[in-house]
């Protein structure tokens, strides 16, 4: 079960596709966080992948960080490793951490059931909304809610998300037996 809204942030400190290891202490100065977990392999994160990326630049300005964690195991879903998000972070030019979580001990804290699932902080590192990033993974432009553009606008304002929380949608994270 994901962690409520209202919660602190869980603090991680996990090796990224930069070769350097990332913790909060990282975007102390960010006045949003968005956490997601994230995979190479799930078509709901390849068909979300380009709006994720566009949302990360388009707030960047503003002070919004998204953090993308690959918690999934890698035996059976070997394209998730290391090597391989180091290449399609790359490859789709990925303006956000990627950070490797190989122990999944981050996802078990944030409750994380999906790829993608999205916690985002406030300035307060309190988790003000929970779930996925639009309502429609299939087409951009069949979206009719941008829950993750409404969410962080309201919070850069030092209001409430209208939605605060939506139902994950996504492949479910792969957990080592």
Not at 50 to 72: F, L, M
Not at 96 to 109: G, H, W
Not at 138 to 158: K, Q
């Amino acid at each position: 079960m994901a962690i409520p809204l209202g919660s602190k942030v869980i603090d991680f400190n996990l090796p990224g596709v930069d070769g350097k290891t990332h913790g909060l202490a990282d975007f102390q100065d960010k006045p949003v966080l968005a956490v997601t977990f994230w995979c190479n392999h799930c078509p709901y994160v390849q068909a979300w992948e380009q709006r994720v990326i566009e949302v990360q630049r388009d707030y960047a300005a503003k002070g919004v960080q998204v953090v993308a964690i690959n918690s999934n195991e890698t035996i059976n879903y070997p394209t998730d490793d290391f090597p391989h998000m180091v290449e399609r972070a790359r490859a789709k030019g990925y303006p956000f951490p990627y950070l490797r979580d190989e122990s999944q001990e981050i996802a078990r804290k944030y409750g994380a059931a999906r790829t993608p699932e999205f916690f985002v902080f406030d300035r307060d590192r309190v988790l003000r909304y929970h779930g996925a990033p639009d309502d429609n993974h299939e087409s951009p432009v069949r979206v009719t809610r941008r829950y993750l553009r409404e969410a962080l606008d309201a919070l850069l304002i030092g209001e409430e998300p209208p939605l605060p929380e939506t139902p994950p949608r996504g492949c479910s994270v792969k957990w080592a037996k």
